[in-house]
Structure formats: C-alpha cells, structure tokens
C-alpha cells in the first residue's frame, strides 16, 4: 500500500497540523501503513471524529484594471460606453472604501477574467499513488497551471463561524473555496449557507475530519461519500472538489473519493496562519496559480480573529502584485 503524506525537512511524517516546520520540500512520503499512522498519532493529528469539538482539529500545518478614458462626446455608442465606465469607477471606488473600512493599507487587485479554455490538471510529481493514471483517480496538485499572477484561497473544516468574515469577504469580493467537515458545520447549516449565497463553493472535507490512511476503503468511502450526501441535502449540490484531511491519503482514498464523484484533489502550497505564513516550496514565496490554505479559526486557536487573518493574506499577495482568483474557475 502507498500512502501520501505531508513531510518536514527531516523526512519525519508530518500532519497539517500548523506545527510544522515552515519549509517543506517537494515530493511525498511513501511507507507502511502502521508507521505512518504511528506517526501521525505521535504528532498529535489524529483524532475521533465524534467528539466535535473544533479545538481538537488544529490549523494545518493579474493587475487591477486600468480604467479606460472617457468616451468623446457624441461618439458611436457613447451613452452606453460612459455608462460603462461610470460603473467601472464607481466598483473602484467602493472596493477602495471597503478596503479602507476593513483596515487594508492597499486595495486588493482584481483578478483577470478565467480562461475560456480551462488548463489541464495533472497531478503533481511526487504525488501519485499506484496505479493513479491507469484508474483515472482525481489528480492530486497544489497549483493551478497559470501563467497570471494570481493565487486561490481556499479554507477548511467550519470550526469557526464569524459573521464579520462574510462581511468582510463580501464587501472585498474576494473570491474563495471552503472544504468543509460535517462534525464541525452541522452546528449551524445557515452560516454556510449564507456563504454558499456570495458564489462561494462549499467542497468536501470528509464527514468526521479523521486520518484517512488509516481506515478501510469502506470506511473512507463512507466519510467522503457521506459528506457528499450532506452537501446536496443542505446546499442543493454534490461537489466534485474534496480535501483529504491534513493532506494524507493512499491509493484507497482516491478510489472511494473517485466512486463518491469526486474530480479534483486539491492540496495547497502556502497556508496562512493569523500571525505568519507557512511554504511549501524552497524559496518561501508566492508563485502563479498557487493554492493556499487557512482555516475556520478564532481567538480560541490564533492570536486573532479570521478578518485579521485576511489581512496578513492580503498584505503580503497584494504587495507581490498577486490577485486572488476563484479556483472553481480554473477547473
């Protein structure tokens, strides 16, 4: 059996726990089973999915548009072009408001329209489980094959609740995905509901939040598949977007995963934290189309609260002259 994992610098199994180191190299971690699940007991990642209680899942370790000059008087189709541009500065305006009002010192960029033609998903080398082309199983990637200057923020599990963050991410319209696990969101459907209504997509995280490697093919089967069935009865759709969790699967997981109707894997390759950012690449840094990952939390896990938390993500994409893009788009 192969079973991917996340890996520190030493080779050691890590989880995505928020307590690894802040490099990871690329490539997986392949071996036996019972060590792997060994490791992951000692590193504190697992847990039974029936206790729901959020504290026991710890957080895991394009240019703005140019506004264009003003039609000349009388022109062509100048009542319909001015018209256009009056409401292309008036959306500057306000997302320059919203900007201010939530504590930004820049305003966010916009992302470019998604492509027409959307790219090929491969997964990442290093990645694959056996047999992972031959079964047609979801690829497993951390970014997304671009050469825009973009990034996709995508947040996990639902411990979390905050109404100031819908706030705050609908004000900015700032795009971003939500894997979400049923033991933490069943305590209150609506907040996520009313996320699903700003175009957010609400993706599969599993039912309980537990170490997948470590179950049957049955076992996994009925985590993902279940969470299936609880997205569509709440949210009206089966999502073909699903998150192993602490980013550890085997060759079972993508199976079962595959059999629930599941079409991408998703990992990351940052994640941002409300005091400091993790990577996964050598050079510490933000690269076109790549994935980064955060977490529902608040006061009880971080220093600090979800909108505080956007605003480290924002700073440091902004600065880099990155946009935020929505990743559903892309695939």
Known sequence: MRVVVQNDENGAVVGSCGRGPGRRPRGAVRGGLGLLVAAALASGCVQGGGSGSGSDVRPASGQRQSSSAPPVAGAGAGAGAGAGAGAGAAARAARAAAAKRWGLDRVPLVAPAPPAKKPRITTRDGFEVDDHEELGLPPVFTTIPTKKKIVFLTIDDGAEKDPAFLRMMRDLKIP????????????????????????????????????????????????????????????????????????????????????????????????????????????????????????????????????????????????????????????
Not at 213 to 233: F, N, T, W
Not at 272 to 286: G, I, N, P
Not at 307 to 328: C, H, N, Q, S, W
């Open 176 to 331: 971003y995905s939500a894997f979400l696990s049923n033991y933490l969101v069943k305590d209150d459907y609506g907040y996520f509901r009313k996320m699903q209504d700003t175009g957010v997509a609400l993706n599969n995280h599993t039912l309980t939040h537990p170490y997948l490697p470590g179950l049957s093919y049955a076992e996994q089967k009925r985590e993902i598949c279940g969470m299936q069935d609880v997205i569509e009865k709440r949210y009206g759709r089966r999502p073909t977007l699903f998150r192993p969790p602490y980013g550890n699967y085997n060759q079972d997981t993508l199976r079962a995963a595959k059999a629930c109707g599941i079409k991408y894997a998703p990992l990351w390759d940052e994640e941002v934290f409300v005091d400091h950012w993790e990577y996964r690449e050598w050079d510490r840094d933000l690269h076109p189309g790549d994935i980064v990952l955060s977490h529902f939390r608040g006061r009880d896990d971080w220093k600090g609260t979800m909108p505080d938390m956007i605003r480290r993500f924002l700073k440091k994409v902004t600065d880099k002259g990155y946009a935020v893009a929505r990743l559903e788009d892309y695939l």
